[in-house]
């Protein structure tokens, strides 16, 4: 016997709901909690594997990782850093056994600046996956939005087939250029948006649909949309379910197991915010980049500026001390 609509959406907590809209992917390296909430995709970065590798559950892990940095030689360095891009790709390939969909790797934040050693360090973490049997259309390489990183983008997208997901995305430049560029995903940050203008503002509470950090996303899918760009725009870095809510609709949402948990629980009604056909309505007109241009309209923007040269040095810093770690 069929259940009503009306009597679904009695039953199904908000995220049940969230996922028939858009793609739903777990933000964290802990596999519980990828069980728990069965998500398509997962995304990690350094400061979410950092937390999990200090999990006694996944000493292995690091035992394994450090013990193929070491079996490489070379100077300590070197055998650091083989051990932790091992790191990374071993937790990738646990993730991928619970996931149907695609796992997020991230290139060091120390290469943001360095083109070719972004595309490099790419190309080393996909031939890594596929020693332990994972191919290349299962990982998403991510990537710091800044030109040098959007350029290796376009570089390992059209020359090696190699799938990136542009993070550290915070101005409507950086969306046009990555879009320009043809990678496969961008994942615009809400949450960290949000916290700047609180910090730097008068204004300290918004409403979801007034967030600063919302109407950042919703400008760039419906850019997307209106002039027919490939790429997946998935949602990031959220404070609240607000923020989440707010953007039903959005291609993909990258979440925390805690607002996950949230969402479960809750059993309002959702309905879309976003939608093709009203981004195609929408008046925004298209506009082209070169490196120049890109770099104004970035540095017009003072938040995705400051934002940007912070997401890079935190990331950073979580790679050392991840280091420090396996040392």
Request: hydrophobic content about 40%; glycine content about 6%; aromatic content about 8%.
């Amino acid at each position: 016997m069929s259940v009503s609509p009306v009597k679904r959406q009695k039953m199904e907590s908000a995220l049940d709901q969230l996922k028939h809209h858009t793609t739903v992917v777990a933000d964290t390296g802990d596999f519980n909690a990828i069980d728990e909430y069965k998500p398509l995709d997962a995304t990690t970065n350094p400061s979410l594997i950092l937390t999990a590798a200090q999990m006694p559950a996944y000493q292995k892990l690091v035992d394994d990782a450090v013990a193929y940095g070491k079996k490489l030689g070379g100077s300590e360095e070197e055998q650091i850093k083989n051990a932790s891009d091992k790191l990374f790709v071993l937790f990738g390939a646990e993730i991928l056994k619970r996931i149907p969909g695609r796992v997020s790797t991230e290139v060091d934040a120390r290469l943001s600046f360095d083109k070719e050693g972004m595309i490099q360090r790419a190309r080393r973490l996909i031939d890594l996956y596929k020693e332990v049997g994972v191919g290349k259309d299962r990982i998403l390489i991510k990537l710091s939005s800044t030109w040098e990183g959007i350029q290796a983008g376009r570089v390992l997208e059209a020359e090696y087939g190699i799938h990136c997901n542009m993070t550290l995305l915070f101005s409507f430049a950086q969306a046009v250029a990555c879009a320009e560029a043809g990678v496969t995903l961008i994942s615009p940050f809400v949450g960290r948006i949000l916290d700047w203008y609180v910090a730097n503002g008068d204004k300290k509470t918004y409403e979801p649909s007034e967030d600063p950090g919302v109407k950042s996303v919703t400008k760039i899918y419906n850019y997307y949309k209106k002039f027919g760009y490939k790429t997946i725009v998935m949602g990031a870095s959220f404070r609240n379910t607000g923020q989440i809510k707010a953007l039903t609709g959005c291609d993909y949402l990258t979440i925390s197991p805690k607002l996950l948990a949230e969402l479960s629980k809750e059993h309002v009604k959702l309905t879309p915010t976003l939608s093709v056909k009203e981004a195609q309505a929408c008046d925004l007109e298209k506009i082209h980049l070169d490196e120049k241009a890109f770099r104004w309209h970035h540095n017009e923007d003072q938040m995705a500026v400051e934002k940007l040269s912070d997401g890079i040095r935190r990331f950073a810093a979580d790679a050392v001390k991840l280091e420090r770690m396996l040392k």
